[in-house]
């Protein structure tokens, strides 16, 4: 019997003394299921706060795949005759355009600077340097500038007449080489919307040949061709507008170098009459 007893109390001392442990450790791992609900609570609160950004970053992107897409797919739902036409205007058009920049930017110098080199070669009698300098040098104000040192260094045409002539004859050839393959430009800017207009035009008639053939004006049966004709009108309207800007700097840069020309013609003919070779 006292055994008994004494086996029954040591059963209850391990009971209470393990319950209190047992207790805290359950509390622990509580405390740790709560730190890590909190710390992911938190970081999906970083992401929703980090989400608007990433759209307003991704946003730009999507959009210009969208524009670029609709650009290409309304070229592609134009009549693909005329649309074909009108990219080829395009092209051709900006070809003449970049040969036109590239020469009248090679023919482009410093003119104060070349005229007093050539003024200061003229004034010490070497005019077989000042022509072979022209010679060397691009642009329409050096072939001025060669044309009239080589009729003063002549025997026969070194008169004042005679060489202003011959500067206003050079000054008009070099002119139409500054301007030449404008035409072609004029030719493109006018052709590429009135390919789109023929092609509205074009559009139109099909859709009333589909009213014609469906027998009923309907929304559905007229959308097809006045799409069609009014992408063609689109497209051929920008094609001119793009040319239309490079041909209008084109001619600015025509018209400086025409500027250029006069300054160096006017600089040519004082230089000439102040050389002791020139007939007065």
Known sequence: MKKYFAIVAMVAAFTFGMTPSVMAQDEAEEAAVEQVV???EAVIDSVEAEA??????????EEEEGLHKTLKTKFIEGSAGFMSLVAIALVLGLAFCIERIIYLTLAQ??????????ADKVKAGKIEEGIKFAAQTRGPVAQLAKKALQNLNSEDQNDIATIERTINIEAEVQGAYLEENCSWITLFIAMAPSLGFLGTVIGMVQAFDDIERAGDISPTVVAGGMKVA???TIFGIVVALILQVFYNYILSRVEALNSNMEEAAMSLLDT???SPKCKK
């Open 52 to 61: 608007p950004a990433v759209e307003e970053a991704v946003a730009p992107v």
């Open 230 to 232: 009014l992408i063609t």
């Open 109 to 118: 110098v410093n003119t104060r600077k070349f005229m007093a080199a050539i």
């Open 272 to 274: 000439c009459v102040k």
């Open 38 to 40: 909190d710390s992911a």
